[in-house]
């Protein structure tokens, strides 16, 4: 299994970025994906997660507190590929994102995830 994530880099406040998450190795419906953050000295925090409902018949995204209104989350299965839009972005957002993977209903919690990107870097300046 592989995840490998893109499109982090350097903005400034309100900017805008779209990370990606390509996906190898696992059948994307089958699978919650997690975006997590972590910035130097501070816990692994969760930003958005896509993820089939518990009877599996429908999808829902889920976004933390901090990133209601400002990020969204989308998936392509055939494409495996997840996609996490950051619009009006603060400095206070700049952290390491990674995109991780794991079995089932999607979790807030990153502990709960199986398999996770290399993350990206993203830097939101004044």
């Known amino acids: 299994v592989q995840l490998v994530e893109s499109g982090g880099g350097s903005v400034h406040t309100g900017g805008s970025l779209t990370l990606s998450c390509a996906t190898r190795?696992?059948?994307?419906?089958?699978?919650?994906i997690g975006w997590f953050r972590q910035a130097p000295g501070k816990q692994r925090e969760a930003v958005s997660c896509?993820?089939?409902?518990?009877?599996?018949?429908?999808?829902?995204?889920y976004y933390s507190d901090p990133w209601k209104g400002r990020c969204t989350i989308s998936s392509n299965n055939a494409k495996d590929m997840v996609w996490l839009r950051l619009d009006n972005l603060k400095p206070e957002d700049s952290a390491i994102y990674y995109c991780?993977?794991?079995?089932?209903?999607?979790?807030?919690?990153?502990?709960?995830?199986?398999?996770w990107g290399q993350g990206a870097q993203v830097i939101v300046s004044a």
């Open positions: 190795g696992i059948t994307l419906g089958d699978y919650a």
């Open positions: 991780a993977a794991r079995e089932g209903v999607g979790s807030a919690w990153h502990f709960e995830y199986e398999y």
């Open positions: 896509i993820s089939r409902s518990s009877d599996m018949n429908t999808y829902y995204e």
